[in-house]
Nanobody, 129 residues
Framework: QLQLVESGGGLVQPGGSLRLSCAAS????????IGWFRQAPGKEREGISC???????????YYADSVKGRFTISRDNAKNTVYLQMNSLKAEDTAVYYC???????????????????WGQGTQVTVSS
């Protein structure tokens, strides 16, 4: 059964760092596009980063302008996990963070919510002093 489980969220001060994990089961992360999204209260869910399947443009990564240069997405094949390293966090990064998978094989990723078929339960990130 396909499953995604996010972890690593929490409370951090502005300027701090967190690393989110998206542990996958029921499929191999190498072969599918994986995205990270976030949703703040009262706002729509937005795509912030994604990584393409390994056989599609060698796993290209993409970032929203709001996180470019601060966040890094990566994939650990041995652990079947995708990470989101978040540095220089700001108050406006506060949101519930979700990972999601595009269940079609060997696809380029996109930062579009509609591209993804299966979602994790989310992890809360709060940036506050």
């Amino acid at each position: 059964q396909l499953q995604l489980v996010e972890s690593g969220g929490g409370l951090v001060q502005p300027g701090g760092s967190l690393r989110l994990s998206c542990a996958a089961s029921g499929f191999t992360v190498d072969y599918y596009a994986i995205g990270w999204f976030r949703q703040a209260p009262g706002k729509e869910r937005e795509g912030i980063s994604c990584i393409s399947s390994i056989s599609s443009s060698d796993g290209n990564t993409y970032y929203a302008d709001s996180v470019k240069g601060r966040f890094t997405i990566s994939r650990d094949n041995a652990k079947n996990t995708v990470y989101l390293q978040m540095n220089s966090l700001k108050a406006e990064d506060t949101a519930v963070y979700y990972c999601a998978v595009d269940k079609r094989l060997f696809r380029l990723c996109m930062l579009s919510v509609g591209r993804y078929d299966h979602w994790g339960q989310g992890t809360q990130v709060t940036v506050s002093s």
